[in-house]
């Protein structure tokens, strides 16, 4: 079983940065991708970003050039760097390994 929680969220003005982190349980970390996904009021899950265990990554159309995604396999982390935040950017922020999700972190992003 995995177990996953996420950190890191906030408020933040538009045009600033937050970054988020998910601390994940298990010995399987290493060998399987990462994904942090979002949802906002009434709207459905959406994906962010994806990072596979060798460190390819993917990007929702949306978010590229502003959010990073990356993973440090030592500390059985995934992050999410995201700067230049829009409005658009506020949701609840959920971290995913092989089906299993975290209970999420709220970013809210003010005009």
């Known amino acids: 079983q995995v177990q996953l929680v996420e950190s890191g969220g906030g408020l933040v003005q538009a045009g600033g940065s937050l970054r988020l982190s998910c601390a994940a349980s298990?010995?399987?970390?290493?060998?399987?991708?990462m994904g942090w996904y979002r949802q906002a009021p009434g709207k459905q899950r959406e994906l962010v970003a994806r990072?596979?265990?060798?460190?390819?990554?993917l990007y929702a159309d949306s978010v590229k050039g502003r959010i990073i995604i990356s993973r440090d396999n030592a500390k059985n982390n995934v992050y999410l760097q995201m700067n230049s935040l829009k409005p658009e950017d506020t949701a609840v922020y959920y971290c995913?390994?092989?089906?299993?999700w975290g209970q999420g972190t709220q970013v809210t992003v003010s005009s």
């Open positions: 990072i596979s265990s060798a460190g390819s990554t």
């Open positions: 995913e390994c092989i089906g299993y």
């Open positions: 298990g010995s399987i970390f290493s060998i399987v991708a």
